[in-house]
């Protein structure tokens, strides 16, 4: 079974960067679609960018477009996500998803998420 784990989450100010990686076991992420999500106090789980299993094609939300870059190491079982620029905004609890994969990173939606990393918290603050 497919377990992933998120690091990387912490404190930063306002223009700060931060590296989330996700690391898998268990299975090989080839097969996988995967996917950055955050969830932000009192509000919905929204997907924040997904990858395709070669990591040739990426989708980011509008919010995030030029700040925040997906990559992956099917190598390494990995998948990164480099953040920018970040604002208060940003702040949340990031997870980590796969995606069976027919599903595209077009289909960046919580809901066809299949496997769940547990998060890790950004907090974006000065």
């Known amino acids: 079974q497919l377990q992933l784990v998120e690091s990387g989450g912490g404190l930063v100010q306002p223009g700060g960067s931060l590296k989330l990686s996700c690391a898998a076991s268990?299975?090989?992420?080839?097969?996988?679609?995967i996917g950055w999500f955050r969830q932000a106090p009192g509000k919905e789980r929204e997907g924040v960018s997904c990858?395709?299993?070669?990591?040739?094609?990426?989708n980011y939300a509008d919010a995030v477009k030029g700040r925040f870059t997906i990559s992956r190491d099917n190598v390494k079982n990995a998948v990164y996500l480099q953040m920018n620029s970040l604002k208060p905004e940003d702040t949340a609890i990031y997870y980590c998803?796969?995606?069976?994969?027919?599903?595209?990173?077009?289909?960046?939606?919580?809901?066809?998420?299949?496997?769940w990393g547990q998060g890790t918290q950004v907090t974006v603050t000065s």
């Open positions: 998803a796969a995606m069976l994969s027919f599903r595209g990173p077009a289909e960046c939606r919580p809901e066809f998420g299949d496997y």
């Open positions: 990858i395709s299993n070669s990591g040739g094609s990426t």
């Open positions: 268990g299975s090989t992420l080839d097969f996988y679609t």
